[in-house]
Nanobody, 124 residues
Framework: QVQVVESGGGLVQPGGSLRLSCAAS????????MGWFRQAPGKEREFVAS????????YYADSVKSRFTIARSNAENTVYLQMNSLIPEDTAVYYC?????????????????WGQGTQVNVSS
């Protein structure tokens, strides 16, 4: 059973940056594709970014492309989401997810394991 735990959320001003981390345990992390999703109040969960098992492929939602960067360290069993140029619309609970099949994907139903989420608030 794979467990993933997010960290790094908080309050940031518009235009600022945050880096989220997701630590995985209980499985072979290097075989899993990893993804980030977010859910704002009153809205459905939406895809943010995905990275393949090797880190060689990434995929982003249009709303975050060029502002967010997903990366992973298989040696540290951790995936990161660097978020720059944050805007109030980025306010949400951010979730990390793992999928055993290894390739990038954006559908939430395709992921096997989920974390509890970390809150990001972008406000002045």
């Amino acid at each position: 059973q794979v467990q993933v735990v997010e960290s790094g959320g908080g309050l940031v001003q518009p235009g600022g940056s945050l880096r989220l981390s997701c630590a995985a345990s209980g499985g072979t992390f290097s075989r899993y594709a990893m993804g980030w999703f977010r859910q704002a109040p009153g809205k459905e969960r939406e895809f943010v970014a995905s990275i393949s098992w090797s880190g060689g492929s990434t995929y982003y939602a249009d709303s975050v492309k060029s502002r967010f960067t997903i990366a992973r360290s298989n040696a540290e069993n951790t995936v990161y989401l660097q978020m720059n140029s944050l805007i109030p619309e980025d306010t949400a609970v951010y979730y990390c997810a793992a999928d055993h099949r290894g390739t990038v994907k954006h559908g939430s139903r395709e992921y096997d394991y989920w974390g509890q989420g970390t809150q990001v608030n972008v406000s002045s």
